[in-house]
């Protein structure tokens, strides 16, 4: 498929909306397109020394609801996904990790969502002093693993990015 042409529709600080044409040169087939296009994110599955999970909480406006979830962040411009997550960890839940592992690296939705999600495992922790952003209000708490994969399996925690980390480590 070759793109044949991109027009930005909208654009705000998280993200802009393209919508795009594309064509196969060869059989003449087309599409079109409205691309959410984001830069990526980070998630951080940290990991204390007795294998307690931290998970946060916050409001989810698209969601209605409050969440647990697994911290994560949006790569800001020129950032590589490790960088986004050592600085999403401290600002969301104030601790630093001194060793860190990708766990898996996915698209989110790519019918519609041009955003890459990688999960990084954290862990040899420290703690310190959250800086959240000013629209943000995260509590933390620390979870017994077998604790998070109850509340997976009975639909309490049914964010997809904290589902296919706790996976990934688990496996690990």
Do not use: N
């Amino acid at each position: 498929m070759k793109i044949t042409s991109s027009r930005e529709v909208y654009k705000c600080s998280l993200f802009r909306v393209t919508e795009d044409r594309a064509s196969d040169p060869k059989t003449g087939f087309k599409i079109k397109r409205s691309i959410v296009r984001h830069p990526g994110s980070a998630v951080m599955m940290a990991v204390d020394d007795r294998r307690r999970i931290l998970l946060v909480r916050q409001y989810r406006l698209p969601a209605g609801r409050y969440m647990w979830e697994m911290p994560a962040g949006r790569l800001d411009p020129g950032e590589k996904p490790i960088q986004a997550a050592k600085r999403e960890l401290i600002e969301e839940t104030g601790y630093r990790a001194r060793r860190w592992t990708k766990l898996a690296s996915f698209f989110v939705s790519p019918g519609f969502l041009a955003e890459r999600m990688t999960i990084f495992l954290a862990e040899d922790l420290t703690a310190g002093v959250a800086t959240p952003m000013e629209d943000e209000r995260i509590e933390t708490r620390w979870f017994p693993a077998r604790e998070v994969e109850q509340m997976i399996e009975a639909g309490k925690l049914d964010d997809a990015k904290s589902i296919i980390g706790f996976y990934r480590w688990k496996k690990k």
